[in-house]
Structure formats: structure tokens, C-alpha cells
């Protein structure tokens, strides 16, 4: 039986902070071997504009990359989704209706604060770890909760800078984690962590460990924001995810999930 590479959060120059054309993604993917190559720019919201697309350019996005789809069938299976900040006064139906394969939803501020940004890691220093953690995986129970998402990305990303907890940090997740597997949502397996200071994907092995034992399954993005870094660190988290047991991962077509083995 044919085993699959999979990636599914990736992102275009449209979010303002990544390089390179979409072409020059997909060839990389397809040299890599990858064959099912997904597109999850930050969906516009009317918070942090800079980093992510605008409403006006929604279509123009979704249109190129279905272009896409169709240019490369005969290489490669290009899927289409969102990567949306969960911050549920600024969450927009034009996104939540749009017809993509899936959306992953994601984390990346806590009270505004985008805690992921170096621009703002000064605000490590002036508030406890722990309680960092804690508020952090409420917001990842809360999105899980909402029910608006396929895919929970970067599950630990808040380990980014390596600022780590005093407490256990399988403790302070576990319930984030039951979360997910009652909103029945897919976890990503994010190799962006590997090039981060934090040196090591999203989640940790000891929580994706926990993810196993509770039946949560998997997808993988490498969440490139250049051509080089597609399919990042690939071998690493697929070699983790097996070792761990993991023998099947989730891809999403029109929002319903397929299952491939890896």
C-alpha cells in the first residue's frame, strides 16, 4: 500500500511576511516527494492586519491556488484552507463559509498579545510562566470548543522562545487535549518548532505521546513561509509520529477528512 507525505499548512507572500510564488512551493513539494500539498494562509481579520491577507484579496487567493490544483493534477494533489487566529470577536463568516478543504485553527494571542512575535517577547518577562501556559491552552480549549475547525495547528506553540513552565507541561494540556478529541479535531504534527528557538516540533514527543493514547489523529504541515522551508524537518516528525505508533494521518477535501497511510 502506497504511503503518503503529506503537508497542509503552508502560506503565500499574501500574509506580508513569507517569500516566493506559489509555483516555486509546489515544485519544491513535488521534488520532495510530498503528495498531497496543502495551501493555509492567515485568514483576514480586522486584528494585525499586517501579517495576514485582506478580505479583498480572498478570492484572488482562492482562486490562484485552485488554479493551481487543476495546473498540477498530474503531479501532485494541491489542497486549499485558512490558518484563523482564534480570537472570537474578530472571527468572520466570510471565512468560516468559505469554500476551501479545511480550516486550521491556531492561537497566537493571548489578550492581543501576540506572544509569538519577537517584536513582543519582552512581555515574557514581566508575567508568570505557568499562568502564561495555563491562559494559552484555555484559548486552545476554547477553540476546540467552537467547533469552527478542522485542524488545531501548532498544538505547544506557545513553547516558541523556550520560556518553559515550572509545571508539568502533559498536565497543564491534558485538557486542551480532551478538548480536541471531543470536538473530534485533527492534530498537527508542525516541524516549524525544529527551526525555532524552542528546537523541536509542535507538539513535544510527550505530548503527542498523550494525543496517541487518547486517539487523536494527526496531519503534518511544515508552516513554510519560504520556498526553503518546505517540508522542513519532514523525516524527523514523521519518524516521531511512528515511533509513537502513528500509522495513518488526516488530510481534508471540501472539509471532510480522508485517511492515508504515512
Same mark, same amino acid.
Given at each position: 500500500m502506497k504511503r503518503y507525505r503529506i503537508d497542509l499548512h503552508n502560506h503565500t507572500?499574501?500574509?506580508?511576511? !513569507?517569500?516566493?510564488?506559489? @509555483? #516555486?512551493?509546489?515544485?519544491? &513539494?513535488?521534488? %520532495?516527494?510530498?503528495?498531497i500539498? $496543502?495551501?493555509?494562509?492567515? &485568514?483576514?481579520?480586522?486584528? @494585525?492586519?499586517? *501579517?495576514?491577507? =485582506?478580505?479583498?484579496?480572498?478570492?484572488?487567493?482562492?482562486?490562484?491556488?485552485?488554479?493551481?490544483?487543476?495546473?498540477?493534477?498530474? =503531479?501532485?494533489?494541491?489542497? %486549499? $484552507? *485558512?490558518?484563523v487566529d482564534f480570537l472570537p470577536e474578530y472571527i468572520d463568516d466570510r471565512v468560516l463559509n !468559505?469554500?476551501?478543504?479545511? /480550516?486550521?485553527?491556531?492561537v497566537h494571542f493571548l489578550d492581543k498579545w501576540g506572544f509569538d512575535n519577537p517584536e513582543f517577547i519582552g512581555q515574557w518577562q514581566s508575567r508568570d510562566i505557568d499562568d502564561i501556559y495555563?491562559?494559552?491552552? #484555555?484559548?486552545?480549549?476554547?477553540?476546540?470548543?467552537? $467547533?469552527?475547525?478542522?485542524?488545531? $495547528?501548532?498544538?505547544? /506553540?506557545?513553547?516558541?522562545?523556550?520560556?518553559?513552565?515550572? !509545571?508539568?507541561?502533559?498536565? /497543564?494540556?491534558? @485538557? &486542551?487535549l480532551r478538548e480536541i478529541k471531543k470536538a473530534d479535531m485533527i492534530l498537527e504534527i508542525n516541524s516549524a518548532g525544529v527551526r525555532k528557538p524552542i528546537g523541536e516540533a509542535y507538539p513535544s514527543k510527550?505530548?503527542?505521546?498523550? &494525543?496517541? #493514547?487518547?486517539?487523536?489523529?494527526?496531519?503534518?504541515?511544515?508552516?513554510?513561509h519560504s520556498v526553503e522551508q518546505v517540508g522542513f524537518a519532514y523525516e524527523i516528525v514523521l519518524s516521531m509520529a511512528k515511533e509513537i505508533g502513528y500509522s495513518k494521518a488526516v488530510t481534508f477535501k471540501n472539509r471532510d477528512r480522508e485517511m492515508f497511510k504515512i
Open positions: 507572500t499574501r500574509c506580508n511576511h !513569507a517569500t516566493g510564488t506559489v @509555483d #516555486e512551493y509546489i515544485q519544491k &513539494a513535488i521534488n %520532495l516527494g510530498i503528495d500539498y $496543502g495551501f493555509s494562509e492567515h &485568514a483576514p481579520m480586522d486584528f @494585525d492586519k499586517k *501579517y495576514r491577507i =485582506s478580505f479583498e484579496e480572498m478570492s484572488s487567493y482562492e482562486s490562484e491556488i485552485v488554479q493551481a490544483k487543476e495546473r498540477y493534477k498530474d =503531479s501532485i494533489d494541491i489542497r %486549499l $484552507g *485558512y490558518e !468559505a469554500k476551501v478543504d479545511y /480550516l486550521i485553527g491556531s495555563k491562559e494559552y491552552f #484555555e484559548a486552545i480549549s476554547a477553540m476546540a470548543k467552537s $467547533g469552527l475547525f478542522d485542524i488545531v $495547528g501548532h498544538f505547544d /506553540l506557545i513553547k516558541v522562545f523556550k520560556f518553559l513552565p515550572k !509545571a508539568d507541561i502533559k498536565i /497543564l494540556a491534558k @485538557d &486542551a510527550s505530548i503527542l505521546e498523550l &494525543a496517541y #493514547e487518547m486517539d487523536i489523529p494527526i496531519t503534518f504541515g511544515s508552516d513554510a
